[in-house]
């Protein structure tokens, strides 16, 4: 089974400054790793994705996130924000096979960005 | 626009009743998922299918059922609602054959008094 650990649960920053939500995980087996994003009341949205290869991912927005295996970690990261960045930030994490329940997703408890002006 | 629609986005309904939560997809993705959202604890998976009339539980099934008959149509009962199920529903669906991530609905926030 797979867990995730999202270290903060709220993260306030300036507009204009850069931010990293952390993220690491645990799994007994190879895995692929996700960024989600929810804008106040709506659904998930897809940021990034790490497969294999580049530790280095870039997603949309302006966002990247990095493979560390050795710390198992994979952290989000944005050089500036804006205020419209603001947001509640998922990470997730499911087993690198196919078939029936390789393709569930478990989640952490999301980090809250919040960027003030 | 490919999308996962839910059919209700908001909902409030009586302690005791039986309430259908509904999820369709016009993707024609094999995998569907229903899980919950509340403050502080994330997203957790309540029930999911990998294909028509294929169910598997999740992590919280508990109070909860699900109906698939068609590709495209995944539905969340909850036999005899509780205030205690008073929270945001997810519907996500993806496809097989790929590391894809899942494509999410906009969210059904059910009120149970």
């Known amino acids: 089974a797979q867990s995730v650990t999202q270290l903060d649960s709220q993260v306030p920053v300036f507009e204009e400054a850069p931010v990293e939500l952390r993220c690491n995980y645990s799994s007994s087996v190879s895995v692929y790793l996700f960024w989600y994003v929810q804008y106040p009341n709506q659904g998930l949205q897809l940021l990034l994705k790490?497969?294999?290869?580049?530790?280095l991912v870039k997603g949309i927005n302006g966002f990247e996130a990095e493979f560390n295996k050795s710390q198992t970690s994979f952290h989000l990261r944005k050089p500036s924000v804006h205020i419209s960045d603001t947001a509640e930030y998922f990470c997730?994490?499911?087993?690198?096979?196919?078939?029936?329940?390789?393709?569930?997703?478990?989640f952490g408890k999301g980090t809250l960005l919040t960027v003030n002006p | 626009d490919v999308k996962v629609t839910q059919s209700s986005r908001y909902l409030v309904k009586r302690t005791g009743e039986k309430v259908f939560l509904e999820c369709v997809q016009d993707m024609d993705h094999e995998n569907m998922f229903w899980y919950r959202q509340d403050p502080g604890l994330g997203l957790r998976l309540i029930y999911f299918?990998?294909?028509?009339?294929?169910?598997e539980k999740g992590d919280i099934p508990e109070g909860y059922s699900v109906s698939r008959e068609k590709k495209e149509r995944f539905s969340l009962i909850l036999e005899s609602a509780s205030t205690n199920q008073t929270s945001m529903y997810l519907c996500?669906?993806?496809?097989?054959?790929?590391?894809?991530?899942?494509?999410f609905g906009s969210g059904t926030r059910l009120t149970v008094v």
């Open positions: 299918s990998y294909d028509v009339k294929m169910k």
């Open positions: 997730a994490v499911r087993p690198g096979g196919s078939g029936g329940s390789n393709y569930k997703l478990t």
């Open positions: 790490y497969l294999s290869g580049s530790t």
């Open positions: 996500a669906s993806s496809t097989v054959g790929g590391p894809y991530g899942y494509t």
